[in-house]
């Protein structure tokens, strides 16, 4: 990882670089707002986060598969602790989906 960063609000619109890609980075106890959707593309673990519901379903969007993620912010080699997502949906490659029901903690 490249980078850390904790305590942050974070609007996703405004946060994203230019090439839709969001790499290497640690975050602890940001605060994500959207909409957005976010492409778990590889090495992305999800510990200990909120994310507004109790369905990890309900957050999950249907992906075609790689590279047809036009639209979706591609997150890589990223870890996201303790972080609070509004109005942020997910998807990802084959077994990203089931990987995000098992990191799944909603409002608990």
Wanted: net charge negative; charged share 25%; with cysteine.
């Amino acid at each position: 990882m490249n980078r850390e960063l904790a305590d942050q609000g974070i609007r996703l619109a405004d946060f994203v670089p230019e090439e839709g890609a969001i790499d290497g980075i640690v975050f602890r106890r940001c605060r994500f707002a959207g909409p957005g959707v976010l492409w778990l593309y590889k090495g992305v673990s999800i510990r200990h986060c909120q994310f507004g519901t109790d369905d990890p379903d309900a957050l999950w969007w249907t992906s075609l598969p790689d590279p047809y993620s036009a639209g979706a912010i591609r997150v890589s080699n990223c870890v996201f602790e303790q972080c609070d997502f509004l109005l942020v949906g997910f998807t990802g490659p084959d077994g990203a989906r089931q990987e995000f029901r098992d990191s799944f903690t909603g409002d608990s």
